[in-house]
Protein backbone atom coordinates (compact mmCIF):
# COMPACT_ATOMS: atom_id res chain seq x y z
CA UNK A 1 0.00 0.00 0.00
CA UNK A 2 1.62 3.28 -1.02
CA UNK A 3 2.20 6.44 1.26
CA UNK A 4 -1.39 8.45 -0.74
CA UNK A 5 -3.77 5.60 -0.02
CA UNK A 6 -2.48 5.05 3.65
CA UNK A 7 -3.64 8.65 3.94
CA UNK A 8 -7.31 8.41 2.50
CA UNK A 9 -8.05 5.41 4.51
CA UNK A 10 -7.53 7.26 7.32
CA UNK A 11 -9.41 9.76 6.60
CA UNK A 12 -12.23 7.74 5.87
CA UNK A 13 -12.08 6.21 9.45
CA UNK A 14 -12.01 10.02 11.12
CA UNK A 15 -14.89 10.73 9.36
CA UNK A 16 -16.90 7.65 10.75
CA UNK A 17 -15.65 8.51 14.43
CA UNK A 18 -16.51 12.37 13.96
CA UNK A 19 -19.76 12.40 14.79
CA UNK A 20 -19.83 10.20 17.41
CA UNK A 21 -17.52 13.05 19.56
CA UNK A 22 -18.73 16.30 18.35
CA UNK A 23 -22.06 16.61 19.93
CA UNK A 24 -20.60 16.19 23.16
CA UNK A 25 -17.90 18.38 23.02
CA UNK A 26 -20.37 21.27 21.37
CA UNK A 27 -21.97 20.88 24.53
CA UNK A 28 -19.33 20.65 27.01
CA UNK A 29 -17.83 23.70 24.99
CA UNK A 30 -21.21 25.75 25.16
CA UNK A 31 -21.46 25.21 29.11
CA UNK A 32 -17.72 26.53 29.18
CA UNK A 33 -18.04 29.13 27.41
CA UNK A 34 -21.03 31.09 29.16
CA UNK A 35 -19.36 32.38 32.47
CA UNK A 36 -16.04 33.26 30.11
CA UNK A 37 -18.16 35.10 27.63
CA UNK A 38 -18.97 37.74 30.84
CA UNK A 39 -15.15 38.06 31.48
CA UNK A 40 -14.01 41.78 30.82
CA UNK A 41 -11.45 42.94 28.33
CA UNK A 42 -10.71 40.14 25.52
CA UNK A 43 -7.15 40.59 25.07
CA UNK A 44 -7.27 40.04 21.68
CA UNK A 45 -8.23 43.58 22.15
CA UNK A 46 -5.71 44.90 23.95
CA UNK A 47 -2.92 47.53 23.02
CA UNK A 48 -0.95 45.50 19.66
CA UNK A 49 1.96 48.33 19.59
CA UNK A 50 4.02 46.21 22.29
CA UNK A 51 3.84 42.54 20.44
CA UNK A 52 6.98 41.06 20.39
CA UNK A 53 10.07 42.34 18.92
CA UNK A 54 9.93 45.74 18.29
CA UNK A 55 10.64 47.30 15.18
CA UNK A 56 13.74 48.70 13.86
CA UNK A 57 14.37 52.53 14.11
CA UNK A 58 14.88 53.45 10.27
CA UNK A 59 14.85 56.88 11.06
CA UNK A 60 16.67 59.33 8.89
CA UNK A 61 18.74 56.03 7.49
CA UNK A 62 17.69 56.40 3.95
CA UNK A 63 17.97 59.49 2.66
CA UNK A 64 19.09 58.40 -1.11
CA UNK A 65 21.91 56.63 -2.30
CA UNK A 66 24.57 55.31 0.02
CA UNK A 67 27.74 57.17 -0.58
CA UNK A 68 29.47 54.73 -2.58
CA UNK A 69 26.84 54.39 -4.98
CA UNK A 70 23.60 51.87 -5.04
CA UNK A 71 24.40 48.64 -4.19
CA UNK A 72 22.77 45.16 -5.68
CA UNK A 73 20.04 43.21 -4.37
CA UNK A 74 18.84 39.95 -5.64
CA UNK A 75 15.58 38.14 -4.03
CA UNK A 76 14.46 34.98 -5.27
CA UNK A 77 12.00 32.07 -3.99
CA UNK A 78 12.74 28.49 -4.43
CA UNK A 79 10.06 26.36 -3.51
CA UNK A 80 8.12 28.67 -1.70
CA UNK A 81 4.30 30.26 -1.68
CA UNK A 82 5.24 33.45 -2.64
CA UNK A 83 4.10 34.51 0.71
CA UNK A 84 7.82 35.50 1.88
CA UNK A 85 8.36 37.86 -1.44
CA UNK A 86 4.99 39.61 -0.19
CA UNK A 87 5.66 39.86 3.08
CA UNK A 88 8.80 42.13 1.89
CA UNK A 89 5.84 44.89 0.93
CA UNK A 90 4.79 44.64 4.46
CA UNK A 91 7.46 47.34 4.72
CA UNK A 92 4.97 50.10 3.48
CA UNK A 93 6.55 53.09 2.03
CA UNK A 94 10.21 52.19 3.26
CA UNK A 95 9.64 49.83 -0.08
CA UNK A 96 10.06 52.88 -1.90
CA UNK A 97 13.30 54.00 -0.16
CA UNK A 98 14.79 50.67 -0.61
CA UNK A 99 14.59 51.97 -4.62
CA UNK A 100 17.13 54.77 -3.27
CA UNK A 101 19.08 52.29 -1.67
CA UNK A 102 19.78 49.35 -3.91
CA UNK A 103 19.47 48.48 -7.75
CA UNK A 104 17.16 44.94 -7.35
CA UNK A 105 18.47 42.62 -10.24
CA UNK A 106 16.54 39.28 -9.73
CA UNK A 107 12.99 39.28 -8.18
CA UNK A 108 11.00 36.92 -9.78
CA UNK A 109 7.70 38.24 -8.58
CA UNK A 110 8.47 41.38 -9.23
CA UNK A 111 11.37 42.56 -11.21
CA UNK A 112 12.79 41.30 -15.21
CA UNK A 113 16.15 40.05 -14.02
CA UNK A 114 17.47 36.45 -15.58
CA UNK A 115 19.32 34.26 -15.06
CA UNK A 116 22.27 34.88 -17.28
CA UNK A 117 22.53 38.59 -16.04
CA UNK A 118 23.28 36.61 -12.49
CA UNK A 119 25.74 34.45 -14.18
CA UNK A 120 27.18 37.38 -15.99
CA UNK A 121 28.14 38.84 -12.64
CA UNK A 122 31.56 39.01 -10.75
CA UNK A 123 31.98 36.70 -7.91
CA UNK A 124 30.48 38.83 -4.85
CA UNK A 125 29.43 41.75 -6.95
CA UNK A 126 25.42 41.50 -5.06
CA UNK A 127 25.94 42.57 -1.83
CA UNK A 128 22.58 40.66 -0.71
CA UNK A 129 20.56 37.90 -1.44
CA UNK A 130 17.36 37.14 0.23
CA UNK A 131 15.85 33.62 -0.73
CA UNK A 132 12.89 32.07 0.24
CA UNK A 133 11.64 28.25 0.05
CA UNK A 134 13.55 25.27 0.44
CA UNK A 135 15.32 23.44 -2.27
CA UNK A 136 12.77 20.73 -4.26
CA UNK A 137 14.26 20.82 -7.88
CA UNK A 138 17.73 21.32 -9.61
CA UNK A 139 16.68 24.97 -10.80
CA UNK A 140 16.11 25.50 -7.38
CA UNK A 141 19.81 23.99 -6.60
CA UNK A 142 21.55 25.94 -9.45
CA UNK A 143 19.79 29.26 -8.73
CA UNK A 144 20.84 29.26 -5.30
CA UNK A 145 24.50 28.14 -5.85
CA UNK A 146 24.98 30.84 -8.45
CA UNK A 147 23.54 33.67 -6.00
CA UNK A 148 25.51 32.24 -3.22
CA UNK A 149 28.66 32.70 -5.49
CA UNK A 150 27.61 35.98 -6.82
CA UNK A 151 26.36 37.65 -3.19
CA UNK A 152 28.51 38.50 -0.35
CA UNK A 153 25.65 38.19 2.31
CA UNK A 154 22.69 35.46 1.91
CA UNK A 155 19.62 35.52 3.75
CA UNK A 156 17.65 32.26 4.35
CA UNK A 157 14.12 34.28 4.15
CA UNK A 158 11.37 32.50 6.18
CA UNK A 159 10.06 29.43 7.36
CA UNK A 160 10.82 27.32 4.22
CA UNK A 161 14.39 28.47 3.69
CA UNK A 162 15.53 27.95 7.09
CA UNK A 163 13.10 24.59 8.07
CA UNK A 164 12.37 22.93 4.83
CA UNK A 165 8.70 24.17 5.60
CA UNK A 166 5.59 22.13 4.51
CA UNK A 167 7.26 21.16 1.58
CA UNK A 168 9.72 19.59 3.33
CA UNK A 169 6.86 17.36 4.53
CA UNK A 170 6.86 15.82 1.21
CA UNK A 171 10.05 14.28 2.64
CA UNK A 172 7.77 11.71 4.36
CA UNK A 173 6.66 9.52 0.99
CA UNK A 174 8.97 6.46 1.25
CA UNK A 175 8.99 6.12 -3.12
CA UNK A 176 10.33 9.65 -3.25
CA UNK A 177 10.35 11.41 -6.22
CA UNK A 178 8.74 8.38 -8.09
CA UNK A 179 5.81 7.89 -5.87
CA UNK A 180 5.64 11.84 -6.10
CA UNK A 181 5.11 12.22 -9.43
CA UNK A 182 3.17 8.89 -10.42
CA UNK A 183 0.84 9.78 -7.67
CA UNK A 184 0.49 13.50 -9.59
CA UNK A 185 0.30 12.93 -12.54
CA UNK A 186 -1.16 9.42 -12.84
CA UNK A 187 -4.07 8.67 -9.83
CA UNK A 188 -5.15 12.38 -8.44
CA UNK A 189 -8.84 12.27 -9.03
CA UNK A 190 -8.32 15.37 -11.86
CA UNK A 191 -5.67 13.78 -14.00
CA UNK A 192 -6.37 9.99 -13.37
CA UNK A 193 -9.65 10.70 -15.63
CA UNK A 194 -7.77 12.85 -18.27
CA UNK A 195 -5.04 9.93 -19.01
CA UNK A 196 -7.46 7.14 -19.00
CA UNK A 197 -9.29 8.89 -21.80
CA UNK A 198 -6.71 10.30 -23.24
CA UNK A 199 -3.41 8.51 -22.97
CA UNK A 200 -4.97 4.82 -21.62
CA UNK A 201 -1.82 2.14 -21.01
CA UNK A 202 0.66 4.98 -21.03
CA UNK A 203 0.17 8.07 -19.20
CA UNK A 204 1.96 11.66 -20.33
CA UNK A 205 4.27 12.39 -17.26
CA UNK A 206 6.70 15.66 -17.86
CA UNK A 207 10.18 14.86 -19.16
CA UNK A 208 13.21 16.46 -17.92
CA UNK A 209 14.50 16.88 -21.53
CA UNK A 210 13.57 16.38 -24.87
CA UNK A 211 14.53 16.48 -28.25
CA UNK A 212 12.48 18.67 -30.47
CA UNK A 213 13.68 19.44 -34.40
CA UNK A 214 14.34 22.97 -33.09
CA UNK A 215 17.02 21.70 -29.74
CA UNK A 216 16.78 20.05 -26.54
CA UNK A 217 14.37 21.32 -24.37
CA UNK A 218 14.66 20.68 -20.67
CA UNK A 219 12.77 20.90 -17.39
CA UNK A 220 14.47 20.72 -14.02
CA UNK A 221 14.54 17.39 -12.28
CA UNK A 222 12.43 16.98 -9.31
CA UNK A 223 14.83 15.75 -6.13
CA UNK A 224 14.21 13.13 -3.55
CA UNK A 225 14.82 14.71 -0.68
CA UNK A 226 13.57 18.73 0.19
CA UNK A 227 16.52 20.44 1.84
CA UNK A 228 16.54 23.62 3.43
CA UNK A 229 18.70 26.06 2.08
CA UNK A 230 21.36 25.89 4.31
CA UNK A 231 21.97 22.50 3.24
CA UNK A 232 22.64 23.34 -0.15
CA UNK A 233 24.57 26.87 0.01
CA UNK A 234 26.64 28.52 3.40
CA UNK A 235 24.29 30.78 4.88
CA UNK A 236 24.69 34.08 6.67
CA UNK A 237 21.31 35.05 8.30
CA UNK A 238 18.62 33.66 9.14
CA UNK A 239 14.76 35.14 9.52
CA UNK A 240 11.95 32.72 10.52
CA UNK A 241 8.64 32.84 9.99
CA UNK A 242 5.83 31.77 7.86
CA UNK A 243 6.24 34.71 6.75
CA UNK A 244 8.04 36.77 8.51
CA UNK A 245 7.10 40.23 10.56
CA UNK A 246 7.45 43.35 9.42
CA UNK A 247 9.59 43.85 12.64
CA UNK A 248 11.73 41.28 11.52
CA UNK A 249 12.13 42.39 7.97
CA UNK A 250 13.09 46.49 9.36
CA UNK A 251 15.86 44.95 11.55
CA UNK A 252 17.31 42.99 8.88
CA UNK A 253 16.77 46.08 7.06
CA UNK A 254 18.47 48.26 9.39
CA UNK A 255 21.46 46.12 9.54
CA UNK A 256 21.75 46.32 5.66
CA UNK A 257 21.08 49.74 5.92
CA UNK A 258 23.98 51.21 8.23
CA UNK A 259 26.22 48.64 6.88
CA UNK A 260 25.82 50.41 3.54
CA UNK A 261 25.65 53.88 5.23
CA UNK A 262 27.78 54.45 7.88
CA UNK A 263 29.88 51.23 7.37
CA UNK A 264 28.74 49.92 11.09
CA UNK A 265 29.69 46.14 10.68
CA UNK A 266 27.36 43.27 9.72
CA UNK A 267 25.87 41.18 12.53
CA UNK A 268 28.15 37.84 13.02
CA UNK A 269 27.17 35.27 10.76
CA UNK A 270 24.50 32.86 11.32
CA UNK A 271 22.51 35.28 13.37
CA UNK A 272 18.80 34.50 13.50
CA UNK A 273 16.95 37.69 13.08
CA UNK A 274 13.84 38.73 14.81
CA UNK A 275 13.67 35.85 17.12
CA UNK A 276 13.93 36.18 21.16
CA UNK A 277 15.95 33.67 23.39
CA UNK A 278 12.54 32.19 24.78
CA UNK A 279 9.43 30.93 24.02
CA UNK A 280 6.53 31.99 22.79
CA UNK A 281 4.45 31.00 25.92
CA UNK A 282 6.63 33.99 27.17
CA UNK A 283 4.97 36.37 25.10
CA UNK A 284 1.21 34.93 24.82
CA UNK A 285 -0.58 37.22 26.89
CA UNK A 286 -3.41 34.04 27.58
CA UNK A 287 -3.15 32.80 31.69
CA UNK A 288 -1.90 29.22 32.07
CA UNK A 289 -3.84 27.29 34.52
CA UNK A 290 -1.58 24.34 33.85
CA UNK A 291 -4.67 22.20 33.46
CA UNK A 292 -4.52 18.41 33.10
CA UNK A 293 -5.99 17.69 30.10
CA UNK A 294 -7.60 14.42 28.92
CA UNK A 295 -9.18 14.79 25.31
CA UNK A 296 -7.71 17.19 22.51
CA UNK A 297 -9.98 19.39 20.52
CA UNK A 298 -9.94 20.81 17.16
CA UNK A 299 -10.00 24.63 17.52
CA UNK A 300 -13.20 24.48 16.01
CA UNK A 301 -14.85 22.38 18.26
CA UNK A 302 -14.78 24.14 21.21
CA UNK A 303 -15.78 28.21 21.97
CA UNK A 304 -12.00 29.64 22.93
CA UNK A 305 -12.08 31.17 26.26
CA UNK A 306 -10.37 34.78 25.26
CA UNK A 307 -7.68 34.52 28.07
CA UNK A 308 -6.97 31.16 29.31
CA UNK A 309 -4.11 29.00 27.74
CA UNK A 310 -5.08 27.27 24.15
CA UNK A 311 -3.21 24.02 25.92
CA UNK A 312 -5.47 24.42 29.08
CA UNK A 313 -8.54 24.20 26.52
CA UNK A 314 -7.29 21.12 25.49
CA UNK A 315 -5.91 22.26 21.99
CA UNK A 316 -2.88 21.81 20.50
CA UNK A 317 -0.53 24.61 21.11
CA UNK A 318 2.98 24.61 20.02
CA UNK A 319 3.72 27.74 22.16
CA UNK A 320 5.94 25.54 24.32
CA UNK A 321 8.31 24.24 21.65
CA UNK A 322 8.39 27.56 19.81
CA UNK A 323 11.10 30.27 19.56
CA UNK A 324 9.63 33.63 20.13
CA UNK A 325 9.82 37.08 18.22
CA UNK A 326 6.17 36.60 16.68
CA UNK A 327 4.57 38.34 19.85
CA UNK A 328 2.06 35.27 19.58
CA UNK A 329 -0.10 36.96 17.47
CA UNK A 330 -1.99 33.50 16.49
CA UNK A 331 -2.68 32.79 19.75
CA UNK A 332 -3.67 36.23 20.78
CA UNK A 333 -6.67 35.38 18.17
CA UNK A 334 -7.54 32.20 19.66
CA UNK A 335 -5.45 30.19 16.74
CA UNK A 336 -2.97 27.49 18.28
CA UNK A 337 0.59 28.70 17.27
CA UNK A 338 1.43 25.86 14.44
CA UNK A 339 5.31 26.45 14.89
CA UNK A 340 6.19 28.44 12.16
CA UNK A 341 8.99 30.24 13.99
CA UNK A 342 10.62 27.19 14.44
CA UNK A 343 12.72 25.65 17.53
CA UNK A 344 14.62 27.53 20.15
CA UNK A 345 18.37 28.26 20.27
CA UNK A 346 18.95 25.39 22.87
CA UNK A 347 17.46 22.25 20.95
CA UNK A 348 17.01 20.86 17.48
CA UNK A 349 14.21 19.71 17.63
CA UNK A 350 10.97 20.93 18.08
CA UNK A 351 8.75 18.20 17.79
CA UNK A 352 10.95 16.41 20.38
CA UNK A 353 10.34 19.51 22.96
CA UNK A 354 6.81 19.26 21.94
CA UNK A 355 6.33 15.25 22.64
CA UNK A 356 8.20 16.35 26.00
CA UNK A 357 5.42 19.06 26.60
CA UNK A 358 2.01 17.05 25.60
CA UNK A 359 3.57 13.91 27.32
CA UNK A 360 3.12 15.77 30.84
CA UNK A 361 0.24 17.54 30.13
CA UNK A 362 -2.16 13.93 29.81
CA UNK A 363 -2.67 13.54 34.00
CA UNK A 364 -1.24 11.12 35.66
CA UNK A 365 -3.94 8.79 36.70
CA UNK A 366 -4.81 6.81 40.28
CA UNK A 367 -4.59 3.81 38.88
CA UNK A 368 -1.32 4.52 36.88
CA UNK A 369 0.67 2.25 38.86
CA UNK A 370 -0.96 -0.60 37.18
CA UNK A 371 -2.06 0.07 33.79
CA UNK A 372 -0.25 -1.70 31.42
CA UNK A 373 1.35 0.18 28.35
CA UNK A 374 -1.34 -0.72 26.05
CA UNK A 375 -3.42 1.74 28.19
CA UNK A 376 -0.65 4.49 27.71
CA UNK A 377 -1.02 3.87 24.26
CA UNK A 378 -5.04 4.56 24.13
CA UNK A 379 -4.07 7.83 25.61
CA UNK A 380 -1.71 9.24 23.77
CA UNK A 381 -3.46 7.88 20.63
CA UNK A 382 -5.65 11.12 21.52
CA UNK A 383 -2.39 13.17 19.46
CA UNK A 384 -3.47 12.53 15.81
CA UNK A 385 -0.82 12.63 13.78
CA UNK A 386 1.79 13.21 15.75
CA UNK A 387 4.88 13.58 13.15
CA UNK A 388 3.01 16.02 11.00
CA UNK A 389 1.41 18.17 13.38
CA UNK A 390 5.13 19.04 15.27
CA UNK A 391 6.75 19.19 12.66
CA UNK A 392 4.81 20.87 10.31
CA UNK A 393 7.15 23.30 9.49
CA UNK A 394 10.81 22.00 10.78
CA UNK A 395 10.99 18.43 8.83
CA UNK A 396 13.70 19.44 6.77
CA UNK A 397 15.95 20.75 9.89
CA UNK A 398 14.53 17.75 12.35
CA UNK A 399 17.18 14.82 12.84
CA UNK A 400 15.50 12.08 11.03
CA UNK A 401 14.42 14.09 8.09
CA UNK A 402 12.88 11.32 5.75
CA UNK A 403 10.67 8.37 5.60
CA UNK A 404 12.62 4.91 5.96
CA UNK A 405 11.43 1.68 4.69
CA UNK A 406 12.45 -1.73 6.46
CA UNK A 407 13.64 -4.50 5.52
CA UNK A 408 13.99 -1.92 2.28
CA UNK A 409 17.82 -2.40 1.91
CA UNK B 1 22.31 -11.29 8.03
CA UNK B 2 23.81 -14.04 10.17
CA UNK B 3 26.61 -11.58 11.17
CA UNK B 4 24.52 -8.71 12.42
CA UNK B 5 25.52 -7.27 15.33
CA UNK B 6 23.26 -4.64 16.04
CA UNK B 7 24.45 -1.48 18.23
CA UNK B 8 21.87 -0.76 20.88
CA UNK B 9 21.77 2.79 22.74
CA UNK B 10 20.54 1.62 26.52
CA UNK B 11 19.36 4.71 29.48
CA UNK B 12 19.00 3.09 32.33
CA UNK B 13 17.62 5.29 35.24
CA UNK B 14 19.70 6.14 38.19
CA UNK B 15 18.02 5.35 40.33
CA UNK B 16 16.82 1.44 39.85
CA UNK B 17 18.01 0.15 36.12
CA UNK B 18 21.40 1.45 36.47
CA UNK B 19 21.59 -0.72 39.98
CA UNK B 20 20.05 -3.41 38.20
CA UNK B 21 22.62 -3.08 35.27
CA UNK B 22 25.32 -3.30 38.58
CA UNK B 23 23.50 -6.05 39.40
CA UNK B 24 23.25 -8.47 36.30
CA UNK B 25 27.43 -7.52 36.66
CA UNK B 26 27.98 -8.22 39.93
CA UNK B 27 25.94 -11.69 39.56
CA UNK B 28 28.24 -12.53 36.70
CA UNK B 29 24.65 -12.77 34.10
CA UNK B 30 26.03 -13.83 30.56
CA UNK B 31 24.13 -11.26 27.60
CA UNK B 32 25.00 -10.28 24.56
CA UNK B 33 27.80 -6.60 24.64
CA UNK B 34 25.62 -4.69 21.88
CA UNK B 35 24.73 -2.40 24.10
CA UNK B 36 25.60 1.07 25.47
CA UNK B 37 24.58 2.07 28.88
CA UNK B 38 23.59 5.88 29.36
CA UNK B 39 22.90 6.54 32.87
CA UNK B 40 20.60 9.15 33.14
CA UNK B 41 19.04 10.89 36.45
CA UNK B 42 15.15 9.82 35.74
CA UNK B 43 13.92 7.81 32.59
CA UNK B 44 11.75 11.24 32.72
CA UNK B 45 15.01 12.97 32.23
CA UNK B 46 15.34 10.95 28.88
CA UNK B 47 14.36 13.96 26.51
CA UNK B 48 12.68 12.27 23.05
CA UNK B 49 15.32 13.86 21.63
CA UNK B 50 17.97 12.19 22.84
CA UNK B 51 16.12 8.77 21.48
CA UNK B 52 15.68 10.74 17.88
CA UNK B 53 19.46 11.35 17.93
CA UNK B 54 20.32 7.78 18.49
CA UNK B 55 18.33 6.62 16.12
CA UNK B 56 19.75 9.29 13.65
CA UNK B 57 23.26 8.55 14.49
CA UNK B 58 22.57 4.88 13.00
CA UNK B 59 21.20 3.05 16.57
CA UNK B 60 19.34 -0.09 15.76
CA UNK B 61 17.52 0.14 18.77
CA UNK B 62 17.26 2.23 21.66
CA UNK B 63 15.96 1.06 25.51
CA UNK B 64 14.58 3.04 28.17
CA UNK B 65 15.17 1.30 31.45
CA UNK B 66 13.06 2.83 34.43
CA UNK B 67 11.79 2.42 38.05
CA UNK B 68 9.01 0.13 38.36
CA UNK B 69 5.47 2.08 38.09
CA UNK B 70 5.05 3.68 41.67
CA UNK B 71 8.25 3.38 42.86
CA UNK B 72 10.12 6.27 40.74
CA UNK B 73 12.71 7.98 43.10
CA UNK B 74 10.74 11.27 41.72
CA UNK B 75 7.57 9.95 42.16
CA UNK B 76 6.03 10.21 38.95
CA UNK B 77 9.26 10.38 36.18
CA UNK B 78 8.54 6.95 34.84
CA UNK B 79 5.06 7.90 34.44
CA UNK B 80 5.75 10.61 31.92
CA UNK B 81 8.58 8.43 30.26
CA UNK B 82 5.85 6.38 29.05
CA UNK B 83 4.13 8.68 27.70
CA UNK B 84 6.52 9.94 25.70
CA UNK B 85 7.55 6.52 24.69
CA UNK B 86 4.02 5.81 23.36
CA UNK B 87 3.90 8.98 21.27
CA UNK B 88 7.68 8.31 20.28
CA UNK B 89 6.84 5.03 19.06
CA UNK B 90 3.86 6.38 17.14
CA UNK B 91 6.20 8.89 15.45
CA UNK B 92 8.52 6.09 14.80
CA UNK B 93 6.56 4.25 13.15
CA UNK B 94 4.81 7.22 10.91
CA UNK B 95 8.87 7.31 9.45
CA UNK B 96 8.25 3.90 8.51
CA UNK B 97 10.47 2.69 11.73
CA UNK B 98 9.31 -0.67 13.42
CA UNK B 99 7.91 0.41 16.13
CA UNK B 100 9.57 -2.92 18.27
CA UNK B 101 12.90 -0.75 18.01
CA UNK B 102 12.62 1.00 20.73
CA UNK B 103 11.78 -0.68 23.95
CA UNK B 104 10.00 0.55 27.44
CA UNK B 105 10.78 -1.37 30.64
CA UNK B 106 10.43 -1.64 34.34
CA UNK B 107 13.94 -3.18 35.90
CA UNK B 108 14.63 -2.62 39.67
CA UNK B 109 17.72 -1.99 41.57
CA UNK B 110 17.20 -5.71 42.54
CA UNK B 111 16.63 -7.20 39.48
CA UNK B 112 19.63 -7.98 37.85
CA UNK B 113 18.06 -10.91 36.14
CA UNK B 114 15.03 -9.34 34.68
CA UNK B 115 18.05 -6.93 33.19
CA UNK B 116 19.04 -9.85 31.33
CA UNK B 117 16.24 -10.80 30.00
CA UNK B 118 15.81 -7.85 28.79
CA UNK B 119 18.64 -6.94 27.04
CA UNK B 120 18.59 -10.91 25.63
CA UNK B 121 15.14 -10.28 24.68
CA UNK B 122 15.82 -6.83 22.85
CA UNK B 123 18.97 -8.04 20.62
CA UNK B 124 17.03 -11.39 19.79
CA UNK B 125 14.13 -8.90 18.77
CA UNK B 126 16.58 -6.24 16.80
CA UNK B 127 18.70 -9.18 15.25
CA UNK B 128 15.42 -10.31 13.88
CA UNK B 129 14.15 -7.01 12.66
CA UNK B 130 17.78 -6.59 10.76
CA UNK B 131 19.75 -3.30 10.72
CA UNK B 132 18.32 0.33 11.02
CA UNK B 133 16.26 1.08 7.83
CA UNK B 134 17.56 4.57 7.98
CA UNK B 135 20.29 4.95 5.14
CA UNK B 136 23.79 7.57 5.53
CA UNK B 137 22.56 10.72 4.17
CA UNK B 138 23.98 11.53 0.71
CA UNK B 139 24.73 15.11 0.50
Known amino acids: MGFFDKLFKKDDKAKAEAPKEEPKAAAKAAAKAAPAEAAPAPVADGPVETIGLPAADLGELLPGAPPGGKFKLAIYWAAACGGCDVSL ?183 EIGITTKTLCEECPRHKENARISHIYEPHEVDIKPDVCLMDQGILCLGPATVGGCGARCTRVGQPCRGCYGPTSDVQEQGASMFTAIASLFPIREDDGIIGEDEIVKIMSEVKDPLGYFYAFTLGKSLIKKAVVEGGQ | MADFEPRIVTFCCNWCSYAGADGAGVARLQMPTNFRIIRTMCSARVDPEFILRAFSKGADGVMVLGCHPADCHYIGGNYRARRRVALLRMVLEQYGFDPKRLKLEWVSASEGEKFQVTIVDFVNTIKALGPTPLKKEAN
Request: glycine share 8%; charged share 20%.
Open chain 1, 89 to 271: LDTNERILTIGDMADIVMWPIAADGKEKDIAAMEDGEILVSIISGAVRNSENAHMVKLLRQKSKVVVSYGTCACFGGSPALANLVPGEAKEILEYVYEKTPSTANFQADYHAGAPVVPQTSYQAPEGELTLPVFCDTVKTLDQVIDVDYYVPGCPPLQESISQLLKAVADFAYNGVPLPPKGT
